[in-house]
Structure formats: C-alpha cells, structure tokens
C-alpha cells in the first residue's frame, strides 16, 4: 500500500513485468530499485505493443501520484518542455537508452547512400531500381513499398524538403511505434526523478519487509495507520483554515490568491469517472488524462481520444 503517500505500491506493474517477455523473474524490492532502467531491456524486446502499453501503465500511475501528493507540481508544464527537448535529440539519435537508434541509421544511410543533389527528376530516380530504391528510403526511416514509381516519389520528397519536416504518413510505422515509446520511457524517467526520494523509501521498505514475519508486517501497518491518524489529528488543531484552502505540499493551506487564480471553488462533475468531482479548470482538463477518466472510458468501450475531451457525460459519448 502507498501509506497515505510515503510508498509507491508497484504491485501491478511489478506482476505484469515479471509476466511479460520483455520482463524476468526478481524480488518485488529489487524491480522497485530498477523500474525505470529500461536501457537494461533489449531493443527488440521494447519495439513491441505489450512493452509500450506497460510503459503507459507505469505513467499513468506515477502521474495519478504525483497528482494526489504533491497537487501543485505542474507536470503538463514539465512535459511540454521535455517534449521540445526530446524532438532534438531523436532528429540527432541522442535520446538516452536510443542513441544506437542515431548511429544505426548513420551507417545504413552510408551503405545504401543516394545523393539526391545529383537526380533532378523522379524519373532519374526510377532508373535505380525498385531494391536500391528500397534501400534508400528504409535507411532514412521511410515506407520501402509501392511501385517503383511510388517509391521515387516518395524518396524524391527529400530533395526539397527535411525529414524532420516531412509529413508523417511517409514513415514507417515502426520507427513511428520505436519513438513513442523513447518518449514514454523519456517522460516515465523525469517523473522518477520527481519521485526519487519516494523511490528509495519504498525500496528500502520492501527489502525490510522481506525480514518481517506476517504478525510483524501487520503490527507495523496498523503502527502506520494509528501514525498517520494522529498527524492527521494534529493538523486539524493546528492549522488555522477557515477558508478550507487545499493543502499544499507542505502540509498547510495554499495562499488564497493562488486558490482564486487557478478557480479552486469551481467544481465540475464527470459522469464518466462515477460522478467524482474535479475543483478548478486545471484540474478539470486535466483528468481528461488521467486514469480514472481514462478507465470508465476503457469501461465504455469508447477510445480516449482528444475528440471526446470535455465530454463528461455517458450519453453524448455513446
């Protein structure tokens, strides 16, 4: 369990690692410690749908912490920012864990080199043939089918315009699949980073916990909750709120400009995730991406696209 917040609980995640192929068998403490090394996972293990629908699973979960423990914390802002940063460094092949990607590509781009500087027409292009062709566009992470003709214009595109810059319906889709998934393990790490002392105390209390006899295990988390309780106890008589402000990260109320500026007295309600309430426009767009929503949407049958952001009722969706 989280312990009002001071653990992170990985039991899922944990559990579906050590099932999958891309996972293998350890100690709950020692996956705790090593989660987010995902560099320690083969390449051809990572480029697969199961290993990026756990990568979403990890970040789902750490937001939806992050969210409940420390409310404040601005991750859309955090996520824009490496989003920017991350495009770079996947254009140069720099992306931590992904570098090889960069190097890979360099070579077969050497091998398989096209000088488009000397083809003036898609014409001069078809007359290499449907394999050199091939070659050529594969190497710069492009579709290689279609009919020679198709295959020209394609590589011809690059004559006057960037990769960078080129529309994505040319790629490949599983240079498209190896990219959102550097960017999920890109996100997953920063958040760890966040979360760092969070991370080490769960792991230290794992490992206490594999010392403890049952009867020991359960003395200490009732010791927790009887803890926790009177802290909480302690707050209600100490701290002055009579506004009822949201409490901060450390404990007290937040100042009431900060309450007016973000609309924390506005309430908006979502049927989609049972009704609950949502205090403020942020928090309110927010959810639209987190697990909750997501999860009575999964329930619905319905996929979470930006279509339905906003819609908050189980009527209009269907």
Known sequence: TEAF????????LYNEFINSKFGSLM???????????????????????????????????????????????????????????????????????????????ESVLQESAVDLDYYSTVEELVELGPEKLKEALTARGLKGGGTVQQRAERLFLLKHTPLEKLDRKHFAKGDDLKKEIA????????????????IVRTKENAEKKLT???????????????????????????????????????GKPIPYWLYKLHGLGQEFKCEICGNHSYWGRRAYERHFKEWRHQHGMRCLGIPNTKNFNEITSIKSCL
Not at 27 to 52: C, D, M, W
Not at 185 to 191: A, F, H, I, Q, V
Not at 217 to 233: H, I, K, L, N, T
């Open 27 to 105: 100690e709950y403490s020692a996956y705790v410690g090593t989660f987010a090394q995902t560099e320690k996972i083969a390449h051809n293990l990572k480029a697969t749908r199961p290993y990026k629908e756990y990568l979403e699973h990890i970040l789902e979960y750490l937001m939806s912490f992050l969210y409940r423990t420390e409310p404040l914390q601005d991750i859309e802002k955090i996520f824009t920012k490496l989003e920017s940063e991350f495009e770079e460094q996947w254009i140069n092949g720099e992306v931590p864990g992904w570098e090889n990607k960069g190097t890979e590509k």
């Open 5 to 12: 917040g001071r653990y992170l609980d990985l039991h899922e």
């Open 183 to 198: 960017l999920i393990e890109m996100k997953m790490k920063r958040l760890c980073e966040i979360l760092d002392e969070v």
């Open 212 to 250: 403890l006899t049952y009867e020991e295990m359960e003395a200490e988390r009732e010791e927790e909750e009887v803890q926790a309780d009177s802290e909480s106890d302690d707050e209600d008589q100490q701290i002055y709120n009579p506004l009822k402000l949201p409490m901060g990260w450390d």
